[in-house]
C-alpha cells in the first residue's frame, strides 16, 4: 500500500469519533429535550413557625368540616397534600448559559422531600446534572442526577438523609465541563 491510501485510511478512522464527539458536544445546543412530569399534590405554604403541625392539621379538618363556612368540595384530601418549604427563580448565567421557571422544594404527605421545576427552561448541553447545594456551590452540594430535560415540569427526589432547611440553591451543571448553566437562590 502507499502512503497516501494509508493516510487516507487513518484520517477516515480519526475523523468518525471526532464527528461523534463533536456532535454529542453541540446538538444539544440546538435540540430541545422537553419533559412533562404530573404533581398529584395540592400545595399548602410552610407551616407557621408559631404553629405546631397538629394546629395546621386541625385548621384543614376545621376547613374541610365547614366550621360556619360552606365547604368547598374541591377541597384536597389531606394525605394528597404537599407542603412547600422553599423556591427559588432560575436566572440567566451569561450569554449563552440561561434558565427561567422555578425550583421548589415539597415536603410530601409520606415525610419524604421533592425539588419540582416548573416553567422551567435552560440552554441545552452534554450531561447536564441537577445539583441542591448548601451554598452557591457545587463543592457543597448533592447531586439528584441528569437533568431529565431542559424544558418543562419535572421533578427530582431528595435524599432521606439531606437536610433541606440547609438547602441555598439549585444548581444546573455541565459535568464535563465543569460549567453552571444556570442557578435558582432559594428562600423559604
Known sequence: MNKQVIFGIGAVVLAIPALALAYWLISPYFIDDEV???FIYSVQAEIPDDMTQADAEATMVSAAEGDD??????MPAEENVAVQLSMGTFIEIDAV???EGSATIFELPDGTNLLRFENFRVTNG??????????DSV?????????KGNVGNQNYEI???FDVSSAQTVII????FSVVFSTAALAP
Request: charged share 30%.
Open 97 to 99: 448559559h440561561k434558565g
Open 159 to 161: 435524599p432521606a438523609d
Open 126 to 135: 452534554p450531561d447536564l446534572h441537577v445539583y441542591l447545594s448548601t451554598s
Open 139 to 147: 463543592t457543597d452540594a448533592i447531586d439528584l442526577g441528569q437533568l
Open 69 to 74: 363556612k360552606e365547604m368547598n368540595d374541591d
Open 173 to 176: 451543571y455541565c459535568v464535563p
Open 36 to 38: 412533562d412530569e404530573d
